[in-house]
């Protein structure tokens, strides 16, 4: 990675500390898609969105991701690896509105995207739902009478669920699993906006007291530092340890 590339990192990585969540998938969106602004990175669907996260993973830290899940029955690490090559550019949400039918309901909707996610999780404690639904529905009927969004039965809502995680699979990765200590099969939501910061978190951490070592022992500047390939600057810290 250049200079460059680190400097935007560790800004990114700043920035994201003070920031919740949903801030830390739009700065991370932001360098997975450069040029962008903020209105268009909060209006994609949200498999969109993460789709460019497993790229930008898959470019800053390899394709092979490592994860680990307790079982919930044996409480046994589970560790499997996951590749990132397996989504990306070939889970594209479906364009235009989606549409359900079931028992006389007839419901137009449209994905989710980061943008709804948010509003949903600055709303007031039990409505995250009904925002999502408000900002996510277009049209509503029951036996041809308007509907307010948040009036949709249980049934319907989760037929729209089933229609939103087949038009776009991207957005709700689930990993089939099964304990090899007591053979229970288990499901694992791969949040990969959650991953991906932690992943940049403890590179950014790793490459700060890289600095501080080199700088301490040199009295080189950040970004004399940053400017040195890997293979120097791990060669420099082993001779500072030696020394």
């Known amino acids: 990675m250049e200079s460059a590339g ?14 919740g969540r949903t801030g830390r998938a739009l700065l991370l969106h932001t360098v997975a898609r450069p040029g ?14 993460d789709a460019e996260l497993f790229g930008l993973r898959a470019e800053l830290f390899g394709e092979q991701l490592d994860v680990r899940v307790g079982c919930p029955d044996c409480a046994e ?13 070939t889970a594209r949400p479906e364009p235009g509105p989606l549409r359900v039918e079931l028992d006389g309901w007839r419901v137009g909707f449209r994905l989710p995207t980061p943008g709804d996610l948010a509003a949903a999780e600055q709303a007031p404690a039990g409505l995250a739902r009904d925002v999502l639904l408000e900002r996510c529905v277009l049209a509503a009927e029951h ?31 689930r990993l089939n699993l099964s304990c090899p200590e007591c053979g229970r099969a288990a499901h694992a939501e791969l949040d990969i906006a959650s991953y991906l910061w932690e992943e940049l978190d403890d590179w950014a951490r790793a490459t700060l ?33 030696d020394g």
């Open 6 to 19: 680190q400097a935007a990192l560790l800004a990114t990585w700043e920035a994201g500390l003070a920031a």
């Open 36 to 49: 962008a602004g903020t209105a268009e990175l909060l209006a994609v669907p949200i498999g969109e969105r």
């Open 77 to 89: 690490e589970m560790e499997f690896t996951f590749a990132a090559g397996q989504l990306i550019g």
């Open 143 to 173: 036996d041809g009478e308007p509907v307010a969004a948040r009036r949709l039965p249980e049934p319907v809502q989760r037929r729209m669920a089933e229609a939103a995680a087949a038009a776009d699979p991207c957005a709700d990765v």
């Open 209 to 241: 007291l890289d600095v501080h070592l080199l700088a301490t022992a040199y009295g080189w500047s950040e970004t004399e530092i940053l400017a040195l390939s890997p293979l120097r600057r791990r060669y420099y810290l082993e001779l500072c340890a």
